[in-house]
């Protein structure tokens, strides 16, 4: 199991009040929801970019296995051949 990188976690959305004028903390429900909505909006924005930032390292992390697969491959392939083209009576076998 991988080490947590990131800790994501929704934010109070309505929890911090924002006075007007005359002291009252929103002037009516529409600007409420305008509120909540737009700090809603930015907690999914946030989230999208930790998503974003996961599927990154995950590409890199793809991508450099698989150069080291390919180098194996290549590898393996080379001593195939070397296998192939001994000639075991030829070759000297110790005892």
Same mark, same amino acid.
């Given at each position: 199991? #991988?080490?947590?990188?990131? %800790?994501?976690? #929704? =934010?109070?959305?309505?929890? +911090? =009040? %924002? #006075?007007?004028?005359? !002291?009252?903390?929103?002037?009516? @429900?529409?600007?409420?929801? $305008?509120?909540?909505?737009?700090?809603? @909006?930015? =907690? @999914?924005?946030?989230?999208?970019?930790?998503?974003?930032?996961?599927?990154?390292?995950?590409?890199?992390?793809?991508?450099?296995? +698989? =150069?080291?697969?390919?180098?194996?491959? $290549?590898? %393996? !392939?080379?001593?195939?051949?070397?296998?192939?083209?001994?000639? #075991?009576?030829?070759?000297?076998?110790?005892?």
């Amino acid at each position: 199991m #991988p080490f947590a990188k990131r %800790i994501v976690e #929704p =934010q109070l959305l309505c929890r +911090n =009040q %924002i #006075p007007n004028d005359e !002291g009252l903390p929103f002037e009516d @429900l529409c600007a409420i929801s $305008n509120v909540v909505l737009s700090r809603t @909006l930015r =907690q @999914l924005s946030d989230l999208a970019r930790h998503a974003c930032s996961l599927f990154q390292e995950l590409e890199n992390d793809i991508t450099s296995t +698989n =150069q080291r697969v390919w180098v194996l491959q $290549n590898k %393996i !392939g080379q001593i195939q051949q070397t296998a192939s083209a001994l000639d #075991p009576k030829k070759e000297a076998v110790r005892k």
